[in-house]
């Protein structure tokens, strides 16, 4: 298997690579593993899907987000030149999926620009192609560090969302929010509200759903 083919399995065939890499044989080596651990141990516990109401929610996202950044280059400076494949896609991912994102949000967090509904809004709908690459990406590492990613499955992004069914952005009756341990629980009534034709924005770990 091709590199290009393990990205493409974890739906990350849209970050850009040099043809090389891509092309190169796709064959993790112990201190790869060792770096893919360390970056899925500390970016998979970051608080950057778990919202909590009001402002806090917001800065809670984006300082979880952007301590990624520091995570990421001590991870790799620890792991040494013998972990290149792990490092290559780590920094990509940085560069094409979190920096647009907090080049964005944190100078306006900073500016104390979240009081206004209509930018809450804008600040979700940027926030949730985000925290599903996240997903994606938390599986990749976790194949990588061959350890089990069950409970982040990016197969729960699909749950109960057709096209259809998806109202205009910012537009939703209800925003679900809740902790780990509630998951089965608030499983239940998100699929009765759905039911229902309730509008639904549910925010759940490292995976968002739009219904």
């Not at 064959?27 to 593993?33: F, I, Y």
């Not at 560069?95 to 104390?112: D, I, M």
């Not at 997903?135 to 560090?145: C, K, N, P, T, V």
């Not at 952005?169 to 608030?186: A, T």
Request: glycine share 6%; with cysteine; charged share 30%.
């Amino acid at each position: 298997m091709k590199n290009s083919d393990f990205l493409e399995r974890w739906g990350l065939s849209s970050l850009k690579f040099d043809a090389g890499f891509l092309e190169r044989e796709f064959s993790p080596n112990d201190a790869g593993r060792l770096a893919a651990w360390g970056l899925y141990t500390e970016i998979s516990t970051r608080d950057v899907a778990r919202l909590d109401g009001g402002e806090s929610t917001e800065r809670s996202i984006i300082e979880s987000t952007f301590s990624i950044f520091p995570i990421t280059r001590d991870v790799i400076k620890k792991s040494g030149r013998d972990a290149q494949d792990v490092a290559v896609i780590a920094i990509s991912f940085l560069n094409q999926v979190l920096r647009p994102f907090t080049a964005k949000w944190h100078k306006r967090y900073l500016n104390s620009a979240f009081t206004e509904e209509s930018v809450k809004a804008e600040f979700l709908s940027d926030l949730e192609p985000v925290v599903e690459q996240i997903s994606r990406y938390l599986g990749a590492l976790a194949e990588i560090a061959r350890v089990d990613h069950e409970e982040f499955s990016t197969k729960e992004i699909s749950f109960n969302v057709t096209p259809e069914r998806i109202p205009p952005r910012g537009d939703f009756d209800v925003f679900l929010c809740h902790n780990n341990q509630d998951k089965p629980r608030i499983r239940e009534i998100g699929s009765q509200l759905i039911d229902q034709g309730v509008r639904l924005y549910w925010f759940s770990d490292n995976v968002i759903f739009a219904v």
